[in-house]
Structures are given as structure tokens and as C-alpha cells.
């Protein structure tokens, strides 16, 4: 299994990002997917997640400014990053977890978000 993440960058305050995660070696329709991030000595926190049947879930902190999608044809989850803001400088991990058997989890190998003042 592999979750190959990409997109992320340094952009200035107010600007936006798209990242992008393509999973391979699993039936990706099964898995529920979302973006964690982890910002230096912080504990790694959910931003948002999109479940096999579409529901979405937001972190309080990214509501309205953050978009999560899923296209299965193509096996990609994304996360559209809109009015960024410093706090927002993270490492962003994609995940992909079981819709049933959650222990079946799998994580990419994250994409650094840097967001200058």
C-alpha cells in the first residue's frame, strides 16, 4: 500500500494551496480518507477526513477556508487550502483507514505546508 502526497509549498498569508494524495494497493471505495498534520512539537491533529459515502468532517480551525474531495476513479484524495494562515505551517499526512476493519490503516509519507506572515 502506498499513499504518495503532494502540493505542499511555502506560499505567503491569504494565499492557497492544493495538495493532493494518490493511494494505490488497496480497493480505495472501502477506505475512508483525510489529511492530518503536525506542526514542530505538536501533537498530529485530524484537519479533515471524507468518508466512502462522501460525509465530510473539518477541523473547528479550517472550516470554510479548507476543502476536502475524493475521486475514486482516480484512487486521489485532495484537501483545497484557501485563506492560509501561519498557523497553518504544518507537515499534512494523508491517512486511509477502513470504512469496517479500522485496523487497516495506512499513511503517506507528508507534504510540508509553510505559510510566511
Known amino acids: 500500500v502506498q499513499l504518495q502526497a503532494s502540493g505542499g509549498g511555502l506560499v505567503q498569508a491569504g494565499g492557497s494551496l492544493r495538495l493532493s494524495c494518490v493511494v494505490s494497493?488497496?480497493?480505495?471505495?472501502?477506505?475512508?480518507v483525510g489529511w492530518y498534520r503536525q506542526a514542530p512539537g505538536k501533537q498530529r491533529e485530524l484537519v479533515a477526513a471524507?468518508?466512502?459515502?462522501?460525509?465530510?468532517n473539518y477541523a473547528d480551525s479550517v472550516k470554510g477556508r479548507f476543502t476536502i474531495s475524493r475521486d475514486n476513479a482516480k484512487n486521489t484524495v485532495s484537501l483545497q487550502m484557501n485563506s492560509l494562515k501561519p498557523e497553518d505551517t504544518a507537515v499534512y499526512y494523508c491517512?486511509?483507514?477502513?470504512?469496517?476493519?479500522?485496523?487497516?490503516?495506512?499513511w503517506g509519507q507528508g507534504t510540508e505546508v509553510t505559510v510566511s506572515s
Open positions: 491517512n486511509a483507514v477502513h470504512r469496517v476493519l479500522k485496523k487497516y490503516e495506512y
Open positions: 494497493g488497496l480497493t480505495f471505495n472501502i477506505y475512508d
Open positions: 471524507i468518508s466512502t459515502s462522501g460525509r465530510t
